[in-house]
């Protein structure tokens, strides 16, 4: 099934895709470069972050958005804090009272549980950029390492279609990434920071094969985490907060 958006970006549909950024990926080497949402019914194959498995089950989103921004390369990355607020104000929009934080670098938090996950991968030259989008709308998976929530527990009812999420995050991803391309990032970091789980309070995180332990002060000016540990300053680029006992 195929369509348009307000935003004049393409949308697909398919009942059923190994994975959304497979397909955008295979766009992408086609010469393909957006704007275009790719949503699946179900997915085969859906993974995250590290190639981890993304688990879903009919009624979750599961989307792919593929774009080109012109943006200097080395600010490709502040991305994923433009699409972590939009994703949490798009799901804002359908459920208006949940208790809602974002968890560095891309997943957002409904009621301490992750709700949604973000999973940035720049493709080609110039820069193509893949943004996937996991939503927990109907299911809440189990038997993982983080604790789950889903949209219907916090007043989505009745659960918003996936094509109806892809529209409003196309709406608010668009009017954060223009902030972003008008202002620059400090705007973006700055409202991040403000609604990010664990600020202030102990974390760990895996990073480059080690378990760094410290108080979550800040991001840096790229959106590198900021860890006082026992009062030297730590920063992290890349890594996993980890969810057993991360916050206290």
Known sequence: MAGALASGARLEIFDSLDSTSLEAKRRAAAGDAGPLWLIA????????????????????????????????????????????LAVGDAIRRFAPKADLSLKWPNDALAGGGKIAGLLLELLTTPSTVSLGV?????SSPQGLDYPAARLIDFGASPPPHPRAFVEEMDATFAAWRAIWRNEGFAPVRAEWLARAEG??????????????????KDLDLDGALILDCDGACRTIAAGAVLPAGTFR
């Open 134 to 138: 996991g939503v927990n709308v109907v």
């Open 199 to 216: 600020l202030g309070r102990a974390m760990r995180v895996q990073s480059a094969g080690e378990i760094v332990e410290g108080v979550f």
């Open 41 to 84: 019914v179900r997915q085969t194959a859906g993974y995250g972050r590290r190639g981890a498995p993304w688990m879903q089950e009919e009624g979750d989103v599961a989307a792919t958005f593929l774009f080109r921004e012109g943006a200097p390369s080395e600010t490709l990355p502040q991305l994923s804090f433009v699409a972590a």
